[in-house]
């Protein structure tokens, strides 16, 4: 008898472990171990082979934690790459622990043949968000979105930001020297002039509605979200007076924003420069978020 009894209580052991194991092992149960880092490179968003990003996730990643920045190359709206980035990346990641990063490439314009005038750069922008959120849950990231870019990314960013901010949750912009008046770019110089004028189909006075509709500083209102921006002195691409413009937009419209003019930079600036503002875009973003 107390061999029988034995050998039920046995063969119950046996299945009790049997029966955990396979849930353990079952594919559909929840993720115990931490996810690890993942970059993907080149991932397409669009039908134009410029329609690429790429990803970089970091480990520990979830979707009520991990927010995400999507940084937009400059380069005159004709040239440049994601892998500009790559730059800032280290430092993005030390100000911005826990975060998603997302690089990505756009429709530039061919000054010869005309081809990828404005708006395709907007419409690139959106279409990228776009997947971007359709990917949030694969990915295990927030949907919650700081944009930042450099240059024309920086105009990218803003313009998205203020003009189509209900597409994607847009926390908050970052922008570095940026233009945000294309109107009054128009006659900074004969080379503004000339990308401008093919860029836009025009001058500012025979397209009027497409400068004013591709001028980030035109969208900002009471609601517009928390930004950031610094711009240099000597900036010589993009003057000084965009930002000071944006700023004074932003001020009269009761925006959060901070502004700094670096003395004596030019459009970039020195690499011990970046550590710096970074870290204080970083610090306001918190503040406001």
């Known amino acids: 008898m107390k061999n029988r009894f034995f050998k039920f209580n046995l063969a119950l052991i046996i299945l009790g472990a049997t029966f955990l194991y396979s849930c353990n092992?079952?594919?559909?149960?929840?993720?115990?171990?931490p996810l690890q880092a993942i970059d993907l490179i080149d991932e397409s968003y669009g039908e134009s082979s410029s329609n690429t990003m790429d990803?970089?996730?970091p480990a520990g990643r979830s979707e009520t934690e991990t927010s995400?920045?999507?940084?937009?190359?400059?380069?005159?709206?004709?040239?440049?790459?994601k892998s500009e980035f790559l730059e800032f990346k280290p430092v993005m990641e030390n100000s911005f622990p826990e975060y998603a990063f997302i690089s990505i490439n756009y429709r530039l314009l061919n000054l010869s043949s005309g081809d990828?005038?404005?708006?395709?750069?907007?419409?690139?922008?959106?279409?990228?968000?776009e997947y971007v959120l359709s990917k949030t849950k694969e990915w295990n990231i927030s949907d919650q979105i700081i944009l930042a870019g450099a240059s024309a990314g920086g105009h990218l960013a803003l313009l998205h930001s203020y003009k189509h901010q209900e597409i994607g949750d847009i926390q908050a912009v970052f922008a570095l020297f940026p233009p945000t008046?294309?109107?009054?770019?128009?006659?900074?110089?004969?080379?503004?002039?000339?990308?401008?004028?093919?860029?836009?189909?025009?001058t500012p006075d025979s397209q009027t509605a497409a400068y004013m509709e591709s001028s980030p500083i035109e969208y900002v209102s009471s609601n517009s979200i928390p930004t950031i921006f610094f711009h240099g002195t000597e900036d010589t691409v993009v003057p000084i007076s965009q930002s000071d413009m944006l700023s004074n937009k932003l001020e009269i419209a009761g925006v959060p924003f901070y502004y700094e003019s670096i003395p004596g930079e030019g459009h970039g600036f020195k690499n011990s420069v970046y550590p710096v503002i970074i870290q204080k875009a970083a610090d306001f973003i918190n503040e406001e978020l």
């Open 181 to 202: 008046d294309l109107s009054s770019l128009y006659d900074f110089n004969s080379v503004t002039k000339q990308g401008l004028e093919v860029l836009l189909s025009g």
């Open 68 to 81: 995400l920045i999507i940084y937009i190359h400059g380069g005159a709206w004709i040239s440049g790459d």
């Open 116 to 129: 990828g005038k404005f708006p395709d750069q907007e419409n690139d922008v959106i279409e990228a968000i």
């Open 55 to 57: 990803v970089f996730l």
């Open 25 to 33: 092992s079952d594919p559909e149960s929840p993720r115990l171990d």
